[in-house]
């Protein structure tokens, strides 16, 4: 158990950010149970199979959260009991007054006519209810801004995030021996990595990430995905008292937003079995020295602190005792992984680098690249 109260650091953090009625449009998508067809790729693709069976609730639930659309949701059974009020009427005036049998044909017919209008009335309602639903989902979509990580196909509204994780992912997922592991995502943002992480069959996944924000958004994907995956509202330091280790950790895009990174890797390396594993990525200077840069402002972030050389960087891993060091992957970062997109608000890698040197940051720093480290 936490040595603090997990459940009022978890309230200050959602007040502070005043997101309590996103959680509550959320949790009412969530309690809509929609049956989906789930994709997960480099594209995370969502989209329905809901039929009418939970007509009748539907319209109740959207009726009291008052979507304002100008429909009139006419419950299904107002319709049976006026088609059997009318069936009932139309046998009664067969049976007292004398009709030919064309009559009869004629009223049958008649019968068979408003059982269709009826049936054709309710699919035409089912619809108005879907696209009801589907009008909430782009309207959360659109206030769940900015999308950082992604990307993701939501009944056909594609998210093109700001990062495309796809290439991340990629870089790492030959890497990932996590099946029947229990897995930590330290920094996991909006949960695209866990999700990707869920076709190799780990045994748990538990993301750390302390922006409540971010779990809106991992609430939203996650009421129509219907994951186990636990996000816990908290940070890297909070490892040092949670009550689990783990086979493996993923923390990518997080040390070098840390004061003390060696500290950190400590942390980290407390936090697995013995024999487990941790694949972190970092920002990295080329250079064949041991040495990092600390600038007061890198790439328009002022929240970098220290950026190493890849040799500083292994020399960091040993002090927290890690072992097994392996290099598995370089990359520099273009605008086909980091782009502006009407997803984000604000800017993006564009606005980062030298418009006269795309090779340099805005501050003249060489320009983003990472490194990508497995360790054990």
């Known amino acids: 158990m936490f040595i603090h109260n997990n459940k009022k650091i978890i309230s200050q953090k959602i007040k ?39 007509l009748d609730s539907t319209i109740e639930s959207i009726k ?24 009932s ?10 009709i030919t ?32 639903l589907y009008f909430e989902i782009k ?17 056909s509204n594609l998210v093109k995030s700001e990062w495309n994780s796809s290439i991340k992912f990629n870089i790492l997922k030959n890497h990932l021996n996590i099946k029947d592991k229990v897995v930590a995502d330290i920094g996991c943002n909006n949960g695209y990595y866990m999700f990707r992480m869920l076709p190799f069959a780990p045994k748990e996944i538990i993301g750390f990430e302390p922006s409540a924000f971010y779990k809106c958004q991992f609430d939203f994907l996650n009421s129509f995905i219907k994951s186990e995956i636990k996000f816990e509202l908290l940070g890297l330091e909070d490892l ?13 895009g997080v040390l070098y937003h840390r004061t003390n990174p060696i ?31 600390s600038p007061l402002s890198y790439a ?25 060091i392996e290099i598995i992957g370089i990359k520099k970062t273009d605008f086909s992984e980091q782009r502006q997109t009407e997803w984000i608000n604000g800017e993006s890698l564009n606005d980062f680098l030298n418009p006269n040197d795309i090779n340099k940051t805005i501050e003249g720093y060489p320009a983003p690249q990472r490194v990508y480290i497995k360790a054990s």
């Open 16 to 54: 502070a950010k005043n997101i309590a009625p996103l959680m509550e449009r959320i949790e009412f998508l969530r309690e809509q149970d929609l049956d989906c067809k789930i994709e997960i790729k480099d594209i995370i693709k969502i989209d329905s199979i809901q039929d009418s069976t939970n």
């Open 300 to 324: 328009k972030m002022k929240n970098v602190y220290f950026i190493p050389s890849i040799k500083a960087l292994k020399n960091w891993l040993n002090r927290a005792n890690f072992k097994n």
């Open 89 to 98: 009427t139309l046998k009664d005036s067969v049976k007292r007054n004398p």
């Open 64 to 87: 009291l959260h008052s979507m304002n659309l100008n429909t009139d949701f006419t419950i299904k059974q107002d319709y049976a009991i006026s088609n059997k009020a009318q069936n």
């Open 263 to 293: 500290d950190c890797l400590k942390i980290l390396k407390n936090s697995l079995h013995k024999n487990g594993e941790i694949i972190i990525d970092s920002l990295f200077i080329d250079s064949d020295d041991d040495i990092v840069l």
């Open 240 to 252: 040092e008292i949670y009550d689990k280790k783990f086979d493996f950790i993923t923390c990518l």
């Open 101 to 132: 049998q064309v009559s009869k044909e004629s009223a049958i017919k008649n019968l068979a006519t408003q059982d269709s209008t009826i049936t054709q009335t309710l699919h035409k309602q089912n619809k108005q209810i879907k696209s009801s």
């Open 139 to 155: 309207n959360l979509l659109l206030d769940l801004k900015p999308w950082r990580k992604g990307p993701f196909e939501i009944f």
